[in-house]
């Protein structure tokens, strides 16, 4: 079993950063694949970012790719979503997840979810 808690978010202008993080315990981290997935009002659940075992291969969804990077520390249990050039689109909350599967978008192959973090980007 998993335990998740995000941290991070904020409120910032259209184009700047943000890094939020995600802290894991369980003994079994390591093998699970870990996602970020956000939720705006009125809107469904949806996968932004999903990262491997090892970290060797991530995969984005087309709204974030080349603003947002995904990384894992497994020695420390800890998930990152770092995310630049933010818009206001990007206004959601935002969840960790983790996958015992093999790294989707799709929030049913997550068993495990955190509280959320609200991001909020001004225009």
Known sequence: QVQLVESGGGLVQAGGSLRLSCA?????????VMGWFRQAPGKEREGVATINWTGGRTDYADSVKGRFTISRDNASKMVYL??????PED?????CAA?????????????YWGQGTQVTVSS
């Open 99 to 111: 996958s015992s599967g093999i790294g989707t978008m799709i929030r049913r192959d997550y068993k």
């Open 91 to 95: 206004t959601a909350v935002y969840y």
């Open 82 to 87: 770092q995310m630049n050039s933010l818009k």
């Open 24 to 32: 894991a315990s369980g003994r079994t981290f390591s093998t699970y």
